[in-house]
């Protein structure tokens, strides 16, 4: 059976005090880059949101060479997801003892990361795989009996 790599690795930024709808504007412009050109693309953008994804990035890139053992030029950005977390509220006090809510919104950031290097190894053990027969055929032909033929029990003469 096909032995299944590991080849993917992903860092997780959790409560990132930041709107999902501003990171979404940032993280559509890395999604499927090289590792390279990603941290490029995040130190030349004018977005605050650029700095908590880059030291996202930069660890799961550590992640990858940690676990896998894998280059950094062979690293590719292969999915990147944004989800909202929980609102933080607060007060604020304003005129004639009225209060003024201040709503800060936070977001969960996971990108991972895939080793294009190790595709060459999956594709060798893949087309091995297909090779061996997956099943051994013991029944070489199909028994078929027919109720309404003239042989048997329906013979009415």
């Known amino acids: 059976m096909l032995e299944k790599r590991k080849r993917e690795v992903y860092a997780l930024g959790q409560h990132i005090p930041l709107s999902a709808h501003k990171a979404r504007r940032v993280i559509d412009q890395i999604r499927g880059r090289s590792y390279e050109e990603t941290l490029m693309i995040l130190e030349l953008m004018p977005y605050r949101a650029c700095y908590s ?8 890139a550590a992640n990858a060479s940690y676990n896998l053992g894998s280059n950094e ?4 950005i292969s999915k990147v997801e944004v989800n909202e977390g929980t609102t933080i509220r ?10 003024y809510p201040i709503k800060r919104p936070t977001c969960h950031i996971i990108i991972e990361v895939k080793d294009i290097s190790l595709d060459e190894y999956i594709k ?3 087309l091995a795989w297909l090779k061996k027969p997956k099943w051994k055929n013991k029944y ?15 013979d009415k003469k």
């Open 53 to 60: 994804i880059f030291k996202l990035v930069f660890s799961a």
């Open 73 to 76: 030029r062979n690293l590719v």
């Open 90 to 99: 607060k007060l604020k006090p304003r005129a004639r003892g009225r209060s």
């Open 124 to 126: 060798r053990d893949y």
């Open 140 to 154: 070489t032909h199909m028994t078929y009996h027919d109720i309404y033929s003239s042989e048997g029990i329906w």
